[in-house]
């Protein structure tokens, strides 16, 4: 494939015309297009001068390469008489560079050489070794022409250009022209969706004054509804607990003793109002997170010592010999820093929630480290949750239809996962009815 496919001799200057004419041929006979052909001759012309100029003269080599850029093409070598200054060539007309493909010296065998390249059309097919015998035998039949010739068909070419650029220069006058006319649309067009974006802007503008104006309100009523359960949250503990007072003074053994019936009605006295005073206490609670009031006392907080208390206050609870409460060791060392008052409060609830919906199984509270935070999980072989209603536990006052024959507020969880957010942390609720629930609690080993 690299085989030459002619050679000529630089020497003097009417050299240059032969070696332009054979170029273009050479070209062609190598499938370049057209305007290829005339590019590689014009800059074949100019290094040659600059060779004539510079070495007095070079020995030309063309041949037919596969190496063009991932391309087949024409490879034209150039070697000097004499030395190149510094083994560097540098065209003096900076243009040439951009006819070929490729211009630059390399060596070959030891010697200096100057090679350009200029690869074929894509739809052209590389040629077989027959083929290029066959046109190193035409181009050796072909005698080059004189002077004159070269020159005429320099005109030629130079004629044809012009036409193309005169061509070009009406293609592009008509160009302009229909730019202008689209730019006048699309200016016509910029001031028509300008005014349209002001008079949008306004109503945005009004939109948002009006959404500051309910943003306003609705704080301010959130404010009045924090302010109204926390104080009336306060005002009902004082005589709530005084009805407990008074329930336990009345079954107390000094007191004149009451009969069967009595005595039960005061025992559900006393329990309606433990119930009661649950209910204030949580809504005080609520009230507090709601508010902002609650801040954290952040603290290194040993996860194995605040289980083992949770382990014991809550044991009691399990008063159903068919429910089973485990509480996991947490892996040591186990220390996170946090407020550990609201996580044993989130902590207890959940094991309370979770023991009071269980009639059968366990109660299983673990905990694990992943990465840079504490994931701890409360699970339960409990009556579930639909799916539907997983968001919906944690809104205040709701409760799981067929739930309230266990009591509760509906207040416990919305609190718990407050509490969680306050902490820097996420609670997250998998369940699945009739099989139990998992409530994992995830929280940043750093505090937050």
């Known amino acids: 494939m690299d085989e030459p496919l002619l050679q000529l001799a630089l020497r003097v200057e009417h050299d240059i015309f032969v070696v332009r004419q054979r170029g273009r041929e050479v070209a062609a006979a190598a499938g370049l297009e057209h305007q290829d052909q005339v590019r590689v001759a014009t800059a074949l012309s100019e290094v040659a001068r600059d060779l004539l100029t510079i070495t007095g003269g070079a020995n030309v080599t063309f041949a037919v390469t596969g190496r063009v850029d991932g391309r087949f093409g024409l490879r034209i070598d150039l070697a000097p008489l004499r030395p190149l200054p510094d083994d560097d060539y540098q065209p003096q007309s ?7 493909d490729t211009l630059g010296v390399v060596r070959v065998e030891g010697d200096t050489v100057v090679r350009m390249s200029r690869r074929a059309p894509s739809h052209v097919p590389e040629p077989t070794p027959q083929r290029l015998a066959e046109l190193r035998a035409e181009l050796e039949r072909v005698a080059p022409g004189s002077a004159v010739d070269e020159l005429a068909s320099q005109n030629q070419q130079l004629i044809a250009a012009l036409d193309e650029v005169r061509s070009q220069r009406d293609e592009l006058a008509v160009l302009n022209a229909e730019l202008q006319e689209t730019n006048h649309g699309v200016m016509a067009l910029y001031n028509q969706l300008t005014e349209e974006l002001e008079a949008t802007n306004q109503g945005v503008v009004a939109l948002y004054a009006e959404l500051d104006e309910k943003s306003a309100q609705l704080r301010a009523a959130s404010e009045s509804k924090s302010r109204f359960l926390a104080n009336v949250s306060h005002e009902l503990r004082a005589p709530v607990t005084a009805i407990i007072g008074l329930g336990r003074l009345l079954t107390d053994g000094g007191s004149d003793p009451l009969t069967t019936e009595q005595s039960r009605q005061v025992e559900l006295i006393r329990s309606s109002a433990t119930d009661l005073l649950s209910l204030v206490n949580e809504l005080l609670d609520l009230a507090k997170a709601e508010s902002g009031r609650i801040e954290p006392a952040w603290a290194e907080v040993d996860l194995r010592l605040l289980f083992g208390q949770l382990r014991g206050t809550l044991r009691a609870l399990a008063s159903r010999d068919e429910v089973e409460l485990v509480v996991e ?28 919906f269980t009639e059968r199984g366990e109660v299983r509270m673990r905990a694990e480290q992943r990465a840079d935070r504490w994931q701890l999980t409360v699970t339960d072989t409990g009556v579930g949750i639909a799916p539907e209603l997983h968001e919906r536990v944690f809104e205040e006052f709701y409760q799981v239809p067929g739930s309230t024959r266990v009591g509760g507020t509906g207040l416990g969880l919305p609190y718990a996962r407050r509490l969680v957010t306050l902490l820097g942390g996420t609670m997250q609720l998998t369940s699945t009815p009739g ?5 994992t609690v995830a929280l940043p080993v750093g505090g937050g």
């Not at 947490?330 to 094991?351: F, G, K, M, W, Y």
């Not at 099989?435 to 409530?439: A, E, K, P, R, V």
């Open 435 to 439: 099989q139990g629930s998992s409530f």
């Open 329 to 356: 060791d947490p892996p040591h060392p186990a220390v996170i820093r946090t407020d550990e008052v609201l996580l044993a409060q989130v902590l207890r609830n959940l094991l309370h929630n979770a023991l009071k």
């Open 94 to 100: 900076g243009a040439v560079a951009r006819l070929v």
